[in-house]
Structures are given as structure tokens and as C-alpha cells.
């Protein structure tokens, strides 16, 4: 019993000493706050003196109101602050917005000058189209001249289509429709050159030694002979590059007829043609083609010799069409298929 007592003392005891440390504290903080409002309590005066004979005019204020005072102009300026440096934001962005819509428009410009020439090189192409057509015998394509919408020269006159960006958008439209429009004629333009591509190369027109080079020592028609003085007539042309073993070149796709030797022509092959052509090519050095074979033209069929009655290495070449000759000189009107020629 005696230590239940004993403990309970020291619990009263505690309880009291821990009930005076608060009061004691909340003594303190009332204490301080007490003096502090007492002390804001207290006015300063604040006197303002003119230079003139005015009054003097006396202010008085709290030290509370001093400090709202301060509070109040801190935070002013701190507003302050705050909105200049978002208006300098807002300026630097609009600043960048400007330049971005510098360069949108620079762009716009750009575009609008790419329009106006593609309009001018699409009114070009249909002009040297249509000609084109015209010179090979093809009818331009009907519903483009039908529609005006197609007609590149409704390009100029583009009153009804507005300005600005709507204008260039109805120009470009229009030249879109106009090139879908080409289409087939540009189809059939290459079918008529692909046919007359491959007729080409059934007519002895190439010259008939690689690289075009070599010129003419004589003539179709009538001539002096070489050898005997007499004159006689050529039934071909003589080719001459000053040398022995240039390539000869077959003038178009045929077929080999005879490979042989003659005391007058000396190594020759004649090709036999389409439509009636032959081609002989006399004093070969020595020949690449067997009778019976298939040749293109541009194939390579001998070279260049000095066989035969012949007073230098020379080709002569030979265009017969039925029982008769022809001068080789009406279809030999350039060298550049011989000039363009690997084979």
C-alpha cells in the first residue's frame, strides 16, 4: 500500500509541475504577443515640411500600419515584376510568331512562283506535244480540246478562279487535268515511234563502218576506174579509213545470203533485207558471218580490207532494191547510229 501511495504522489506531482510548465508557457505567448501589440500600438509621426510658408502636415501612423504599408508595396512591385516579365514573354514569342510568318509568306511566294512557271512550262509542253502529233501524223488527244478545263490556254485566263492562294491551287488543278489528259497521246506517240523504230532497222540507213568514221573516195554513178583507166559505172560508194581492220557493221537487220570471194570484189557478204533491200559489202579483209545467218543491225560483219581489184584498203558498199542499184548516199544521211554502236 505504501508504494501505491508512493507512486501516486509522484503522478499528482507531475501532473501539477507539467500544469504549471503550460500555464507558464501560454503566460509567455500571451506575454510576448501582448507586447508586441502594444508595441505595434505605437505611432510614429511622420511630418512633411514645405519649402513655402504652407502648413506643416503631420502623419501619424501605426507601426501595424507601417508594416501593412511595406507589405503592400512589396507586393506591388513583386506584381510588377511578375507582368513585365510576362509581357517580355509575350513580346519575344510574338517576335517569333512574326518571323515564322515571315517565312510561311516567303514560302507562299515561293510556291506561287513555282505555279506560275510550271503553268508556263505546261503551256510549252502541250505546244511542242501538239506538234509533235501533228509532224507524225497522230490527232491530239480529242477530249482535251473538247473540255476547256483541259485547253492549256485556259491557264491566262484565270479571271473567275479569285487570287491569292486559291488562284494558284485552280492553276495547278489545271495543269494536273491537262497531264492526265496527255497521257494517251504520249502512249500512242510511243507506239508510232516504237513502229517506226523497228522499221528503221529493216532500212540500210546506218553507215557501215563502227564509229561513223571513214570518208567517201568514190561515188555511185559514173567514175574513172582505178586501175584501168576506163570509164565505167559505180554501183556503190567506196568508204575509206586509210587502214585495214575497221569493223564493218551490217545497215540493217537481215539475213546473210552469201559469203564468198570474188577476183573483182575480192572477200564481199551480201544481207538480204525486208521490202526488197540487199547490201553487199566488198574487198573484207575477212568476214564474222556465216551464210543463213540472222543479223541486226549494227552487228558486226567483217572489216576493212584490201581483197580483190582494190588500190588501197577500202569498203565497198552496195544497196540493191529489186534488179536495181541504188545510190547508198539517199539513205546514208548521218553517222550517228554507227557513231552509237558497241556491237
Do not use: C
Not at 242 to 252: Q, Y
Not at 253 to 273: F, Q, R, S, W
Not at 311 to 318: A, N, R, S, V
Not at 323 to 329: A, K, N
Amino acid at each position: 500500500m505504501s508504494t501505491l501511495r508512493r507512486y501516486k504522489d509522484l503522478e499528482k506531482t507531475f501532473t501539477k509541475r507539467f500544469a504549471r510548465s503550460v500555464r507558464g508557457f501560454f503566460s509567455s505567448v500571451s506575454a510576448f504577443f501582448g507586447r508586441m501589440a502594444k508595441a505595434g500600438s505605437q505611432k510614429l509621426t511622420i511630418m512633411l515640411v514645405p519649402h513655402t510658408e504652407r502648413r506643416i502636415l503631420n502623419v501619424q501612423i501605426s507601426f501595424f500600419g507601417l508594416a501593412l504599408v511595406l507589405v503592400l508595396l512589396i507586393g506591388g512591385v513583386s506584381a510588377l515584376s511578375f507582368a513585365a516579365l510576362d509581357y517580355s514573354e509575350a513580346l519575344s514569342k510574338l517576335a517569333g510568331k512574326a518571323d515564322s510568318l515571315n517565312d510561311t509568306q516567303a514560302q507562299l511566294d515561293a510556291m506561287r512562283d513555282t505555279s506560275t512557271r510550271l503553268v508556263k512550262a505546261a503551256r510549252s509542253f502541250q505546244l511542242a506535244l501538239d506538234s509533235t502529233l501533228a509532224k507524225i501524223g497522230a490527232k491530239p488527244n480529242a477530249s482535251a480540246n473538247a473540255s476547256r478545263d483541259g485547253d492549256l490556254a485556259a491557264f491566262f485566263e484565270l479571271s473567275d478562279t479569285g487570287t491569292g492562294r486559291l488562284r494558284e491551287a485552280a492553276e495547278i488543278e489545271r495543269v494536273t487535268r491537262y497531264l492526265e489528259q496527255s497521257v494517251q497521246p504520249i502512249q500512242e506517240l510511243g507506239e508510232i515511234i516504237a513502229a517506226q523504230g523497228a522499221t528503221l532497222t529493216e532500212i540500210p540507213n546506218l553507215w557501215p563502218v563502227k564509229g561513223g568514221i571513214g570518208h567517201i573516195s568514190m561515188y555511185y554513178g559514173q567514175n574513172e576506174n582505178p586501175i584501168f583507166g576506163s570509164w565505167y559505172m559505180h554501183k556503190g560508194i567506196d568508204i575509206s579509213t586509210f587502214r585495214s581492220g575497221d569493223s564493218v557493221l551490217s545497215t540493217a537487220d537481215g539475213k546473210v545470203v552469201t559469203v564468198a570471194y570474188d577476183i573483182g570484189l575480192g572477200n564481199y557478204v551480201i544481207i538480204e533485207h525486208k521490202y526488197g533491200f540487199l547490201t553487199r559489202y566488198a574487198h573484207l579483209k575477212a568476214s564474222r558471218v556465216q551464210k543463213g545467218q540472222v543479223v541486226r543491225q549494227g552487228d558486226v560483219i567483217g572489216y576493212i580490207g584490201n581483197t580483190g581489184l582494190s588500190t588501197g584498203p577500202h569498203l565497198h558498199y552496195e544497196i540493191h532494191l529489186g534488179t536495181e542499184t541504188i545510190d547508198p548516199l539517199q539513205f546514208l544521211k548521218n553517222r550517228s547510229g554507227a557513231s552509237a554502236s558497241n556491237k
